[in-house]
T-cell receptor, first 115, second 112 residues
Framework: GAGVSQSPSNKVTEKGKDVELRCDPI?????LYWYRQRLGQGLEFLIY????????KSGLPSDRFSAERTGESVSTLTIQRTQQEDSAVYLC?????????????FGPGTRLTVL | GENVEQHPSTLSVQEGDSAVIKCTYS??????FPWYKQELGKRPQLIID?????GEKKDQRIAVTLNKTAKHFSLHITETQPEDSAVYFC???????????FGKGTSLLVTP
């Protein structure tokens, strides 16, 4: 079946602009996670959604970052007034549920470059 | 919050040798420990995981060991092959609605 998809695959923007990144999880997966991976670094947790529960936003680095999810489907990560330090690969992952030991399946990522 | 430390950051081995990557964690409530492999330009993929009620788990050439008392876990790859070359990430989390906390990764190079 189809895996996690993300769009765009690459995004180049100017400092100060807003960007919106999209994630389509695997159908039926109730948990969705966003991570950030800076060049040569590990994965940094940003936010996750589990069904209709309030999202865990504890990893968002600043109030310029926000995310939404429509039901148990698509999620968008929005970065307002982008800064150069926002340049990274943004990875989305989904899993059947956050309430059990479930593998997280990753998307291919969106490479964001802020000039 | 959870802090996961991973060592070494780079590892080079000859084909056929074994490779060991070690991680420590800080949150004693963590009970799920997956390992992900990320090839260059690709997405991370789960290769093996272990839960806190198990001390060791094997899958062909890959094994993971867990010491909850010491709060560390390790990945062992035996009979390494060039296609094992990648970045490996360890992670830790609690159950019930917690995201994964990743180590910074180990770049493994297997030379023929």
């Amino acid at each position: 079946g189809a895996g996690v998809s993300q769009s765009p695959s690459n995004k180049v923007t100017e400092k100060g602009k807003d960007v919106e990144l999209r994630c389509d999880p695997i159908s039926g997966h109730t948990a969705l996670y966003w991570y950030r991976q800076r060049l040569g670094q590990g994965l940094e947790f940003l936010i996750y959604f589990q069904g209709n529960s309030a999202p865990d936003k504890s990893g968002l680095p600043s109030d310029r970052f926000s995310a939404e999810r429509t039901g148990e489907s698509v999620s968008t990560l929005t970065i307002q007034r982008t800064q150069q330090e926002d340049s990274a690969v943004y990875l989305c992952a989904s899993s059947p549920s956050a309430y059990s030991y479930n593998e997280q399946f990753f998307g291919p990522g969106t490479r964001l470059t802020v000039l | 919050g959870e802090n996961v430390e991973q060592h070494p950051s780079t590892l080079s081995v000859q084909e056929g040798d074994s490779a060991v990557i070690k991680c420590t964690y800080s949150d004693s409530a963590s009970n799920y420990f997956p390992w992900y492999k990320q090839e260059l330009g690709k997405r991370p993929q789960l290769i093996i995981d272990i839960r806190s009620n198990v001390g060791e788990k094997k899958d062909q050439r890959i094994a993971v060991t867990l010491n909850k008392t010491a709060k560390h876990f390790s990945l062992h790859i035996t009979e390494t092959q060039p296609e094992d070359s990648a970045v490996y990430f360890c992670a830790a989390s609690r159950n019930s609605g917690y995201a994964l906390n990743f180590g910074k990764g180990t770049s493994l190079l297997v030379t023929p």
